[in-house]
């Protein structure tokens, strides 16, 4: 009886939930996979039995987030935002009789092995949010909060292990070097690393750039010298206008949240980012980020706010194209900003560009709680993670899909497609790689 109730309503969400599509013509997202609850592949099946007997591994508690493609494998996170999450960074593989008895067609590998995901120590992998993987080298930058978690995350940690970053050769599953954040820059009070985005230097990725979502910092890390440093701003801190969050009527209030998305433009001038409760979308210059050297005076004298996005969001990403990807909340969508023609309206100076010409892109019943965005290959990318059940007192219900992810034809690549131009370099002495580039710009204006 449940169970032909419970189709009958699934049908019926289905068609109210019919996808569609806007301006930007056929646009029919996929779902590539979907879990009612997280399976991972355990060594063996008697280990998995002994870590769910200890409370070591409670599979309500995996909410897949954080995602990136290298080489047409999908790498996802599932941060330990409760506990008894066994793996944090994983790569999705097919399921088989051999290493899962449960129904499910995808589980999740732990990457780069299950002993990296130990918990507690400090040497492995603690709380993955985001990574970000260069495609012409094939590293993948993992940002790793470190900190244990302890029920909640407004809830300062104890025994916590130092923020850091690990660069992983995802040729050679090796590690190819490790930063450990310094406590004045991640490690005081509040933190927490949430998404991450390379900029280029003469051909090669030199930073990375951060969100500190319960910080409000914007971090800079420095690969060539090996330091880092952030910055502090109010458009970065969660806007008390925007802390209940409501998606399919169920409201996840108190969201302390700040600065998340975070977007780079593909002539690596300009990072671009936004509060999860709030919905201005505000700009810097690069040239700003890394010569200011986390002089909080020098950004505040810098930063733009461009306009307000359509509800409050999560990730973000931008294309090679100059069109930017939004999460909106509330909406189930993703927003899409048409830059050319903004940029257009501004003259062709991307400092004075005003956030105009955004409008829905896609939406879906069940695209509740669009996390994180990834374009690779033609295709945009999106992990929807339902967190305002996740959170929700009662949490997740298994007899649903909870978490999705879904991709969709956009016919561009990520801004991380080309390595130039030099960072600073004007369009008058740049390089042949870069002259490209300002070409383009022009063209563009
Ligand atoms: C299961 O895997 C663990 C970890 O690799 C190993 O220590 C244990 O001996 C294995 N147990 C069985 C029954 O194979
Ligand atoms: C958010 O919800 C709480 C109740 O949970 C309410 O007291 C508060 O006024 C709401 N805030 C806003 C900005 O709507
Ligand atoms: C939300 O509530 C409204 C009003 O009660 C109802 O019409 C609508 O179908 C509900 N939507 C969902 C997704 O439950
Ligand atoms: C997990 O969620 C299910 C509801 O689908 C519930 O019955 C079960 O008690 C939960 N398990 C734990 C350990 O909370």
């Known amino acids: 009886m449940h169970g032909i109730m419970f189709a009958l309503l699934l049908s019926v969400v289905y068609e109210m939930g019919r996808v569609t599509s806007t301006s930007r013509g056929d646009v029919t997202p996929e779902v590539v996979y979907q879990w009612n609850i997280i399976e991972y592949e355990w060594p063996n099946e008697t280990l998995k039995q002994q870590e769910i007997n200890n409370n070591n591994y409670l599979p309500n508690n995996s909410a897949v987030n954080g995602i990136k493609l290298y080489r047409n494998r999908v790498y996802v996170t599932v941060p330990r935002l409760k506990d008894g999450v066994p793996s944090t960074l994983n790569v999705i593989i097919d399921a088989t009789s051999e290493n899962t008895d449960a129904n499910v067609s995808h589980i999740l590998r732990p990457y780069p ?14 709380i993955v949010q985001s990574m970000e993987i260069d495609p012409h080298t094939g590293y993948m ?19 916590r292990c130092p923020a850091k970053i690990i660069i992983y050769d995802l040729t050679t599953n090796k590690e190819v070097h490790r930063y450990i954040f310094p406590p004045e820059v991640v490690g005081q009070g509040l933190y927490y690393l949430n998404d991450i985005v390379l900029g280029f230097s003469e051909g090669k990725a030199r930073y990375a750039f951060i969100s500190d979502t319960l910080a409000y910092k914007l971090v800079v890390y420095d690969y060539v010298d090996d330091t880092s440093y952030a910055y502090s701003h109010s458009s970065m801190a969660a806007d008390p206008a925007h802390k209940n ?68 969001g999560d990730g973000m990403a931008y294309s090679d194209n100059h069109n930017l990807y939004y999460s909106a909340l509330g909406p189930n969508a993703v927003y899409h900003w048409d ?22 892109l896609v939406s879906h019943m069940q695209m509740e709680w669009v996390d994180t965005l990834a374009i690779d290959n033609g295709y945009l990318w999106f992990t929807t993670s339902r967190l305002q059940k996740f959170f929700s007192t009662d949490g997740i219900v298994h007899h649903e899909p909870n978490f999705f992810i879904w991709k969709l034809h956009i016919g561009e690549n990520s801004y991380l497609t080309k390595t130039g131009p030099t960072l600073g370099t004007s369009c ?10 300002c070409v383009l710009v022009y063209l563009l204006s």
């Open 113 to 126: 092995s299950w002993e990296m995901q130990e918990l507690g120590n400090c040497d492995a992998l603690q």
């Open 141 to 159: 930058w993992v940002i790793d909060t470190g900190s244990k978690p302890s029920g909640s995350l407004s809830v300062q940690p104890v025994d």
């Open 245 to 312: 969050i409501t998606i399919n009527n169920m409201t996840l209030p108190g969201i302390v949240t700040g600065i998340n998305g975070i977007a780079m433009s593909p002539d690596y001038q300009y990072v671009y980012y936004s509060a999860v409760a709030g919905v201005g979308l505000h700009q810097i210059e690069t040239s700003v980020l890394i010569s200011a050297k986390g002089d909080n005076a020098a950004f505040a004298a810098a930063v733009r706010t461009l306009g307000d996005k359509i509800s409050p």
């Open 339 to 360: 830059i050319k023609t903004d940029l257009n309206a501004a003259g062709g100076d991307f400092n004075k560009i005003q956030l105009i010409s955004h409008s829905e």
């Open 428 to 437: 008058v002495t740049a390089s042949v790689a870069s002259m490209a580039t």
